[in-house]
């Protein structure tokens, strides 16, 4: 037995001291406040049936891709895909990836070298951390959607910069001013890297798109698993930075590629997604139904995700105990995921809640508030 198991324990012991031990549990029944199933594709029995008939009609798609796309794992389909979805975000090359995680680890590992600089917002994705500690990069923080801070910081840099950013925050449910930081970037000449993890689908292809920044933004990480309710991610850039990441960044090398239903399904999502292009409407007016209710948040006002900040662990727990026992299924956040006296409830909006759901839910809140 290794002898330093007691090292494990201890950690475990000291989370279930604090009361923030995690634990996976198998999915509950009740009304879904929780889930990043913005536009409820995941659920959606048409799209659905369109994946079946996909896979009938060509069942080697669920076939193992048995390499790495480097050596056995590449196809024709994944190839297409990419084009499809370069095409669809007016971007050069696209390159997918079989999650956002794994995506952002590619990215923050590969471009930045130990001589570079990272600025990140300060709520940036865990995934991004974890990608500059395997690059080495130095990496600094500006206060959350400051941009008076960040050029404070960009001001006093040499050499090459990078800025990174979430353009829909997925712990806050605000947004990036996206138009001034690519002004600083542009200014600075900092390559400005955007993760629209939570935006794709929500906001047409991205905020990116829509604010047409194509061009000032180097790379932009899309995820399927939330609004188009299946899995994988794309990085949206050039063919440059498409090239040097497919020679230098690890987690796209060293790794297996998805089978090619993956890459299918997310084709077909997208095509999905333009035929009902009325999901956002209607998920917006979900929205604008939770936010008529005046819960107080600290999210924009078109957001699916609304947070609402209760620093006190035993209210917040008390709040999800009491929404669970009326069947609703909502997530509390503790640190360390958000910084200490910042925990809060993370409701999630989405196409199918019913407007009555929707009023029962931000009641018993404002009660509890
Ligand atoms: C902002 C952001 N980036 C990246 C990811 C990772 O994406 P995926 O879940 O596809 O691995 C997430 C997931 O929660 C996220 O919220």
Known sequence: MFKDFLYFENALQKR????????????????????NDYLGLARNEEFQKI?????????????????????????????????????????????LF???????????????????????????????????????????????????????????????????????????????????????????????????????????????????LQKKVLATVVTYGKALGTHGASILTNNVIKSFLINFASPFIYSTSAHDFLWKSIFEGYYFLTVNDKLSTKLQEKIKIFRNQNVKTVSNENSPIQAIIIPDNNRLKALTKTLSDQGFLTYAVFSPTVKEGTERLRICLHTFNKEEEILKLTEIIKEFA
């Open 16 to 35: 279930k001291q604090s009361d923030i031990l995690r634990i996976l549990k198998t999915q509950n029944s009740g009304i879904d406040f929780y889930s």
């Open 51 to 95: 994946l079946l008939r996909t896979v009938q009609g060509n069942p080697e798609l669920l076939k193992g891709s048995t390499g790495s796309r480097l050596i056995s794992g590449n196809s024709a389909i994944v190839t297409e895909t990419e084009n499809f979805i370069a095409e669809k975000h007016q971007y050069e090359s696209a390159l």
């Open 98 to 212: 079989p999650s956002g995680y794994n995506a952002n680890l590619a990215l923050f590992s590969s471009l930045p070298n130990r001589h570079d600089t990272v600025i990140i917002d300060e709520k940036i994705h865990r995934s991004v951390h974890d990608g500059c500690m395997m690059s080495h990069c130095r990496k600094l923080k500006f206060a959350h959607n400051d941009c008076f801070h960040l050029e404070e910081i960009l001001k006093k840099q040499k050499g090459k910069v990078y800025i990174t950013v979430e353009s829909l925050y997925s712990m806050d449910g605000d947004v990036a001013p996206l138009h001034e930081i690519a002004e600083l970037a542009e200014q600075y000449n900092a390559g400005l890297i955007v993760d629209e993890a939570h935006a794709f689908g929500v906001f047409g292809y991205g905020l990116v798109d829509r604010f047409r």
